[in-house]
């Protein structure tokens, strides 16, 4: 399995939107297209020194291949949905993990 995880940190003054519309709007959206089997969004309790609230989501999927798919085929327009709705207000990063055991 692959978790694909993407880092956020967004503007104090829209936090409550964002989350919002992380869990009714973007999430159900990435699961939408078929290539993640689950998500998981979680805060980030380390505080910033350039503020805001960070976020980490994570999407399983089944391997890198499935991976390279999403970033063909869907990356460019969910992430351009993410800069209409909140252009200026958070930065992300992006990482790969893969899942070598579980207990």
């Known amino acids: 399995m692959i978790i694909y995880n993407v880092t956020i940190n967004v503007e104090e003054a829209v936090k409550e939107e964002w989350v919002q519309w992380m869990r009714e709007q973007h999430i159900p959206d990435m699961i939408g297209t ?15 020194e350039m503020g805001g609230v960070t976020y980490s989501v994570q999407y399983y999927t089944r391997d890198k291949n499935t991976l390279e ?12 949905d993410a800069l209409r709705k909140f252009p200026n ?15």
């Open 69 to 80: 798919r999403y970033y063909r085929e869907d990356a460019e327009r969910l992430r351009a």
């Open 89 to 103: 207000k958070f930065v992300a990063f992006r990482t790969e993990l893969e899942v070598i055991s579980e207990h």
């Open 34 to 48: 078929g290539k993640f089997t689950g998500a998981r969004m979680v805060r980030v309790l380390v505080e910033e």
